[in-house]
């Protein structure tokens, strides 16, 4: 049976019930359509590495459950897809001008780190941050003021990041 000149709503081939029974169905049309469409798998690291021959190809892209990153296949090798998290808040500094922030999600591997102030018109900014720690989870980065290259004790400020890791 071939399919259908009507596609479905995603593009794929369609083989109406209301159509002539046809035993013979032609599966290389479905078979070709997921080849199209279907390049990402989810699985261990072992599943990953494991991949070979015609099941490891250029733009493969994996969910790898074992280390929680994902990767691609470029240039035919694993590559690890950057994982980029971002928000801007409000926090109150420590005493020493110390404020911890806990990423929204755990990263594997944390590459950088970038800290920005958004202190409009709060009468002492702009504000420069220096990131003093960073981990898997979390930064402890400090505020220094304006011109006296001093921490910024006891003050809530607001300013925007962005971490990428993977």
């Known amino acids: 049976m071939a399919a259908s000149a009507t596609k479905g709503p995603k593009g794929q081939p369609r083989f109406p019930a209301n159509e002539a029974p046809d035993l013979?169905?032609?599966?290389?049309?479905?078979?070709?359509?997921?080849?199209?469409?279907?390049?990402?798998?989810?699985?261990?690291?072992?599943?990953?590495?494991?991949?070979?021959?015609?099941?490891?190809?250029?733009?493969?892209?994996?969910?790898?459950?074992?280390?929680?990153?994902?990767?691609?296949?470029?240039?035919?090798?694993?590559?690890?897809?950057?994982?980029?998290?971002?928000?801007?808040?409000?926090?109150?500094?420590?005493?020493?001008?110390?404020?911890?922030?806990t990423f929204p999600e755990a990263f594997t591997t944390i590459a950088s780190i970038f800290i920005q102030d958004t202190n409009a018109g709060a009468g002492i900014g702009p504000v420069l941050w220096k990131i003093r720690s960073k981990s898997n989870t979390q930064f402890v980065a400090r505020a220094y003021g304006n011109g006296t290259g001093d921490p910024i004790g006891n003050f809530t400020t607001y300013f925007s990041y962005m971490a990428v890791g993977v």
Request: proline share 1%.
């Open 24 to 101: 013979g169905v032609d599966e290389e049309i479905v078979a070709d359509f997921a080849a199209a469409v279907g390049n990402r798998r989810v699985g261990t690291t072992a599943q990953r590495l494991a991949l070979a021959g015609v099941d490891f190809y250029e733009g493969l892209a994996f969910g790898d459950t074992t280390l929680k990153a994902e990767f691609k296949v470029t240039n035919g090798v694993w590559k690890a897809i950057p994982n980029i998290q971002s928000e801007e808040r409000a926090a109150t500094t420590s005493a020493g001008g110390d404020v911890t922030v």
